[in-house]
């Protein structure tokens, strides 16, 4: 945290810096930055989803512009020594960064040997990378999990495990990249709680890049805002932007945190339509093993027309897994799954995947073709339209989800927060019977956020069943109805409101309440994280 009276130490200093994913021309992605990231400092990295948030982190510690078909002009110095002067792989030890994506960040095939492989390459002891490495899966929650493969994980456990991996790294600076977005609630302030002790203990330089940033407030000393237009809009101390700067952030849509945000409740927001009676899926008495573990056990559950379903429990709960033999992609052990009273199974696969559409929680295991317009127009080519009807239909989403630019990008080329998207988009080009979507909405900016979520459901008010596995409780509070998976049971099926009654269950499935329900927005105060 800032000590007051002490000159700021630069750990970083960056001049006059532009970047272009191409030629520089009139419009680089971020143009002529020049700021300083300072020792014993957090500073949080505000901007719209797209506005460069991430590829700045890359070329902070060195990877671009050499690692991608980039120009850059300008200067970056690290400890005062020119970042081009560094060794490949040298300031990589230095800066850690943490991934949006921590599938990209492996190396190795189980826990065990990529921790090890970190510790190695700092020529740790050999005798001591065992201690040290049951020390850091304890302190990100994942203690014996040393023998587990990487790619058998959950999607917050893999984020756990990257975690651990950078921490291992004791760098001198640490480049956050949303890193919360897939833990749920509870190990997500962990984590902050983590990163707060360990940079209080070894007075690092930390950056943050968080959309939600309601809960790392406490640790911000400072904030950069990197508008649409590539410039750097503020850098100034959250107190000031957030009270006397709020409109300019509002304007570039980012998140307030809710302290400062006169924004509506989401649940207030979203238009009203009740779920018919009439039962779309339901699931049966459903089981689930891989090898030898149960993952999911006895779970019923019957979802309407035009309702809209929130799954939630703590990672690794097995909401994934659910959601995937809902969508016929997994085969139950054991029960049914039923697609209006029939059994997934006998579905003709094109007629069911015209009902029912599926949103990986991974975006990038979505995407089969080269342009944001393949992937856009893959079904509506597979249901016989014209090439005309695509241009329309694909040019309307693009627009809603703000990807016209990235018209001809390839898909694995976009920002966390366009990959999302287009994920999401690709599934609603027609109206089904119902979407199961896998975390749809972390990775945005808070107008992206409303409008993917107003989009959703308009769907809903048509009649489509909406399923959402989700660790945001302020979607949750806007559901019709709630499941929480527990162990892989169903620890409750039933309203919102009546869950947020139930302290225990939340405390041991590790969610929280609502944010409407933490604060006190007059007074600016949060009574208490959890509760
Ligand atoms: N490898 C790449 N090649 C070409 N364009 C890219 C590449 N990576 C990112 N871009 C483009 O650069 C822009 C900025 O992406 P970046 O990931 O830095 O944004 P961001 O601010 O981190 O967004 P988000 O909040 O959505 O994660 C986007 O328009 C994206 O499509
Ligand atoms: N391909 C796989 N092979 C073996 N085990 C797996 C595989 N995928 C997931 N698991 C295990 O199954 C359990 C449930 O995983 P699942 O992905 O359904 O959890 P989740 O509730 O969606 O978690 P998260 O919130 O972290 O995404 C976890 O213990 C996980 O380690």
Request: charged fraction near 30%; include cysteine.
């Amino acid at each position: 945290m800032e000590q007051l009276n002490v000159q700021p130490k630069p750990v970083i200093e960056v001049r006059d810096y532009s970047f272009s994913y191409e030629e520089i021309d009139e419009q680089p992605l971020f143009n002529r930055l020049s700021f300083a990231l300072n020792e014993n400092e957090v500073t949080l990295l505000m901007g719209a989803s797209g506005a460069g948030k991430s590829s700045l982190a890359l070329c902070l510690n060195g990877l671009y512009p050499d690692a991608v078909e980039g120009t850059a002009t300008g200067d970056i110095y690290f400890h005062g020594r020119h970042i081009s002067e560094f060794e490949k792989g040298e300031l990589n030890q230095e800066i850690g960064i943490v991934f949006q994506d921590p599938e990209s960040q492996f190396c190795m095939i189980t826990v065990d040997d990529e921790l090890a492989f970190t510790l190695e390459n700092r020529k740790f002891p050999a005798s001591e990378i065992k201690g040290r490495i049951k020390e850091v899966l304890k302190a990100v929650g994942m203690e014996g999990f040393e023998q587990n493969k990487i790619h058998e994980l959950s999607g917050g456990q893999k984020q756990k495990i990257a975690l651990a991996a950078v921490l291992l790294l004791e760098p001198e600076m640490l480049i956050l990249d949303e890193p919360t977005a897939n833990l749920d609630p509870v190990s997500s302030l962990e984590f902050i709680e983590l990163v707060q002790e360990i940079q209080e203990e070894r007075g690092m330089s930390v950056l943050i890049i968080e959309h939600q940033a309601d809960d790392w407030l406490e640790l911000i000393d400072r904030v950069l805002v990197i508008g649409r237009d590539g410039q750097l809009l503020a850098d100034d101390t959250p107190e000031r932007l957030l009270t006397e700067q709020k409109q300019l952030l509002e304007q570039e849509g980012v998140f307030l945190p809710r302290a400062y945000s006169d924004a509506k409740d989401l649940r207030d927001v979203l238009p009203i339509a009740a779920p018919s009676e009439e039962s779309v899926l339901s699931v049966d008495g459903l089981a689930f093993s891989r090898k030898k573990q149960q993952v999911l056990e006895d779970v019923s559950m019957d979802i309407r027309g035009g309702e809209f379903v929130a799954i939630v429990g703590e990672n690794g709960a097995g909401k994934s897994t659910l959601l995937q033999l809902m969508a016929g992609l997994l085969t139950p052990s054991k029960g049914n799954v039923l697609l209006s009273g029939r059994k997934l199974e006998k579905w003709d696969e094109n007629e069911l995947r015209k009902r029912l559409g599926f949103v990986f929680q991974n975006p990038e295991h979505q995407f089969i073709t080269d342009t944001v317009y393949e992937e856009l127009t893959f079904g509506m080519r597979l249901n016989g339209y014209a090439e005309e009807e695509m241009e329309q239909a694909a040019g309307e989403l693009m627009r809603q989800f703000h990807l016209e630019k990235q018209h001809d990008s390839n898909p694995f080329s976009l920002s966390g927060g366009q990959k999302r998207r287009l994920s999401v988009a690709t599934v609603l080009d027609e109206t089904p019977d119902i979407l199961l979507f896998d975390e749809p909405t972390f990775g945005q900016d808070a107008a992206t956020t409303a409008e993917l979520m107003h989009y959703v459901m308009e769907l809903k008010s048509k009649g489509t069943a909406i399923v959402f596995v989700t660790h945001d409780m302020d979607i949750v509070d806007a559901a019709d109805r709630v499941s929480v998976l527990q162990h892989g049971k169903l620890a409750y099926d039933g309203s919102p409101e009546k869950l947020w009654e139930k302290e225990e269950l939340l405390q041991e499935a590790r969610l929280r309440l609502p944010a409407r329900m933490r604060l006190d927005r007059k007074e600016g105060v949060v009574y208490d994280l959890i509760h």
